[in-house]
């Protein structure tokens, strides 16, 4: 059975065989919104990967030896299954698959996307607990990223995450692999207010070159407050924005943004516009709010990249008391709650 597909050809319904991010992203290509072209990676790739490589056992062993309460099991948990993951080979059928599918997109440049189960959901989002690759290229640099993506299933801020969540389902991965953006400026949008939820205004924030900047905390983004109504600007902080990532001969690359630049507006309202545009569009496809990655290219063309509801903690996860074990956990992970 092929592990592989197009984006466009997913909808909603493939979610359990694509995961979230990738159905989401059919959904958007469906509605004729500005997306990069790919490919998505099945979940039964994942579940043949880790069973024809005995890793079952590995895993449950080691997640047994988790407390809740102890960062160091936790992290020593992680790291094991990491590594296991990182050292069993990818198999042929897939490989081949993979190659084929970079060959249809043109041997590009791609970003390799985790897509887990229940992601980018209505009630929960992994956002920032899973790993994303840019600028990879190559059937075995894309084969290496998609495992990659896979391990990042048991990463120690994944491990406190779900085990926050609750529930007993074991995790599965697919993953989405889009061509490269080459992004001049990138960012993130709510067609909301993220703070108090008005829902007639678009929140963005963006900066120059590839979004790792701002997911990663390394950048004070501009940040603008759109009135879908009016289009009114009517919040405006420009940022000193002194760092952003660029396309690199072995993937993204940090640099120092130009003392010109720094304190620009990287977003004029043409740009502004153009967001607050196809944020309503997708606000409206959906009939949800939306939580929106966007970039830029050089030659001014938007993309969108991904796009999740705008979550609220979920109804069946209580709040844990302050100061709890597992709140002392999550945040020593840097992991919030869940949006």
Same mark, same amino acid.
């Given at each position: 059975?092929?592990?592989?597909v197009?984006?466009?050809?997913?909808?909603?319904?493939?979610?359990?065989?694509f995961g979230?991010?990738?159905?989401?992203?059919?959904?958007?290509?469906?509605? &004729?919104?500005?997306v990069?072209?790919?490919?998505?990676?099945?979940?039964?790739?994942?579940?043949?990967f @880790?069973? %024809?490589?005995?890793?079952? *056992?590995?895993?449950?062993?080691? !997640?047994? &030896? @988790?407390?809740?309460?102890?960062?160091?099991?936790?992290?020593q948990?992680a $790291? #094991?299954?990491?590594?296991?993951?990182?050292?069993?080979?990818?198999?042929e059928? !897939?490989?081949?698959e993979? #190659?084929?599918?970079? *060959?249809?997109?043109?041997?590009?440049? +791609?970003?390799?996307? %985790?897509?887990?189960?229940?992601?980018?959901?209505s009630? =929960?989002?992994? *956002?920032g607990q899973?790993?994303t690759?840019?600028?990879?290229?190559?059937?075995?640099?894309?084969?290496?990223?998609v495992?990659?993506?896979?391990?990042?299933?048991?990463?120690?801020?994944a491990?406190?995450?779900?085990?926050?969540?609750?529930?007993?389902? !074991?995790?599965?991965?697919g993953?989405?692999?889009?061509?490269?953006?080459?992004?001049?400026? %990138?960012? +993130?949008?709510?067609?909301?207010?993220?703070?108090?939820?008005?829902? %007639?205004?678009?929140?963005?924030?963006?900066?120059?070159? /590839?979004? !790792?900047?701002i997911? &990663?905390?390394?950048? $004070?983004?501009?940040?603008?407050?759109?009135?879908?109504?009016?289009?009114e @600007?009517?919040?405006?902080?420009?940022?000193?924005?002194? @760092?952003?990532?660029v396309?690199?001969?072995?993937? #993204?690359?940090? $640099?120092? +943004?130009?003392?010109?630049?720094r304190?620009?507006?990287?977003?004029?309202?043409?740009?502004?516009? =153009?967001l607050?545009?196809?944020?309503?569009?997708?606000?409206?496809?959906?009939?949800?709010?939306?939580?929106?990655?966007?970039?830029?290219?050089?030659? &001014?063309? /938007?993309?969108?990249?991904?796009?999740?509801?705008?979550?609220?903690?979920?109804r069946?996860?209580?709040?844990?008391?302050?100061?709890?074990?597992?709140?002392?956990?999550?945040? #020593?992970?840097?992991?919030?709650?869940?949006?």
């Amino acid at each position: 059975m092929a592990h592989t597909v197009r984006l466009a050809e997913l909808r909603e319904g493939d979610r359990a065989a694509f995961g979230g991010k990738s159905a989401t992203l059919g959904e958007l290509l469906a509605a &004729g919104i500005p997306v990069p072209r790919g490919f998505a990676v099945s979940t039964s790739a994942y579940r043949d990967f @880790v069973e %024809s490589e005995g890793l079952r *056992a590995t895993i449950d062993a080691e !997640l047994a &030896g @988790v407390m809740l309460d102890d960062v160091g099991t936790i992290e020593q948990a992680a $790291t #094991a299954i990491g590594a296991a993951i990182r050292s069993s080979p990818v198999g042929e059928a !897939l490989r081949g698959e993979i #190659a084929d599918r970079l *060959a249809e997109l043109g041997l590009q440049a +791609v970003a390799v996307r %985790s897509s887990a189960l229940g992601e980018d959901s209505s009630e =929960a989002t992994y *956002a920032g607990q899973q790993d994303t690759f840019l600028w990879v290229r190559g059937a075995e640099a894309v084969c290496a990223a998609v495992r990659d993506c896979w391990a990042s299933l048991y990463g120690a801020p994944a491990i406190a995450y779900r085990a926050r969540l609750g529930g007993d389902e !074991l995790p599965e991965m697919g993953v989405a692999v889009q061509v490269m953006v080459d992004a001049e400026v %990138s960012g +993130v949008m709510f067609t909301c207010n993220p703070v108090s939820g008005d829902p %007639s205004v678009v929140a963005i924030n963006a900066s120059w070159g /590839l979004g !790792l900047a701002i997911v &990663g905390g390394e950048v $004070t983004p501009d940040d603008f407050l759109v009135s879908k109504i009016t289009g009114e @600007v009517v919040r405006r902080q420009i940022a000193d924005k002194t @760092v952003r990532y660029v396309a690199g001969e072995h993937g #993204a690359e940090r $640099t120092e +943004v130009p003392e010109d630049l720094r304190f620009a507006p990287c977003l004029d309202e043409a740009a502004l516009a =153009a967001l607050v545009e196809a944020g309503c569009r997708v606000d409206r496809y959906f009939g949800a709010r939306q939580d929106i990655e966007w970039a830029f290219a050089p030659d &001014g063309e /938007l993309h969108l990249l991904q796009a999740r509801p705008v979550t609220a903690q979920p109804r069946h996860d209580p709040e844990p008391p302050p100061g709890s074990a597992i709140d002392l956990v999550m945040g #020593a992970f840097g992991v919030g709650k869940p949006r």
